[in-house]
């Protein structure tokens, strides 16, 4: 008999979304049909983020964690594995980890294909789900593939309506 991968590979995407919901990386009221009231709102990821105090305490327990030393904390951020503005959860420690800030994996690069990743997602150019399994498996490679596509998400002048994102223009670098 012979076996439809069309059929099959949505449903292998779905469970392998579904164990990622297990472990808390996904913030459960960011979905493809609520991007509108959230990640594509601006300021919806400064409304989310955590405060100082958490992520301050969270990143001296990793680094204690993972035997470095604490006096040098400055060299890494608190990375959400999964972006908040691709609908990570803010403070579930399952989304949380230590990442240098320079260099070629550091999270100034990273950061820069979340912007982008978002702005995709927003603009309907990529699905939220496609996005985020992609920065999950792989943001490296995310990051060469995305780097230079053009990605555009206006609002309409006469719409002040909060749902519709604002506009963000990302071209190539």
Not at 129 to 135: G, M, P
């Amino acid at each position: 008999m012979r076996t439809n991968v069309s059929l099959w590979a949505p449903l292998l995407l779905l469970a392998g979304a579904a164990a990622y919901d297990d472990r808390g990386a996904f913030n459960p009221d960011v979905r493809q049909e609520t991007i509108g009231q959230t990640i594509c709102v601006p300021g919806y990821t400064k409304a989310v983020r955590p405060s100082l105090n958490f992520t301050h305490g969270v990143k001296q327990m990793l680094l204690k964690r993972a035997g470095r030393d604490r006096a040098r904390a400055f060299e890494y951020e608190l990375d959400h594995i999964i972006p908040l503005g691709l609908g990570g959860h803010p403070r579930k420690l399952e989304n949380l980890e230590l990442q240098l800030r320079a260099g070629g994996s550091g999270a100034k690069r990273k950061d820069r294909i979340e912007v982008k990743l978002q702005c995709m997602v927003c603009s309907g150019q990529v699905l939220l789900a496609d996005a985020q399994r992609e920065i999950l498996t792989d943001w490296q490679t995310a990051y060469h593939r995305y780097a230079l596509a053009e990605c555009s998400v206006e609002r309409a002048m006469d719409d002040q309506s909060p749902s519709r994102p604002l506009k963000v223009s990302l071209g190539t670098r």
